[in-house]
């Protein structure tokens, strides 16, 4: 079982900028997936950015250039960088982590952008 931890949600003004944090605690391999997943008011959830537990990173195109994602693998804590920040990026953000097939997910937290 793994345990999911995601911090950093909040308001912001548009041009802004945050950091989420999501810690993964209990059985943990090596080889993992960390990323994370959005979710707005009426919409169904989507990708933002994933990263592996070697480095490689997966953004959805409307994210390029102003999310960034990183992970520090001794802490098992996978980060988002997001700058510009809009109001369409008013949503819940939720951390997803996969190893060997298993798949779980945080419990989400609320990021506000106001114009």
């Known amino acids: 079982q793994v345990q999911l931890v995601e911090s950093g949600g909040g308001l912001v003004q548009a041009g802004g900028s945050l950091r989420l944090s999501c810690a993964a605690s209990?059985?943990?391999?090596?080889?993992?997936?960390m990323g994370w997943y959005r979710q707005a008011p009426g919409k169904q959830r989507e990708l933002v950015a994933t990263i592996t537990s070697g480095g490689s990173t997966n953004y959805a195109d409307s994210m390029k250039g102003r999310f960034t994602v990183s992970r520090d693998n001794a802490k098992n804590t996978v980060y988002l960088q997001m700058n510009s920040l809009k109001p369409e990026d008013t949503a819940v953000y939720y951390c997803?982590?996969?190893?060997?097939?298993?798949?779980?997910w945080g419990k989400g937290t609320l990021v506000t952008v106001s114009s």
């Open positions: 209990g059985r943990i391999f090596n080889i993992n997936v």
């Open positions: 997803k982590f996969t190893q060997y097939g298993l798949l779980y």
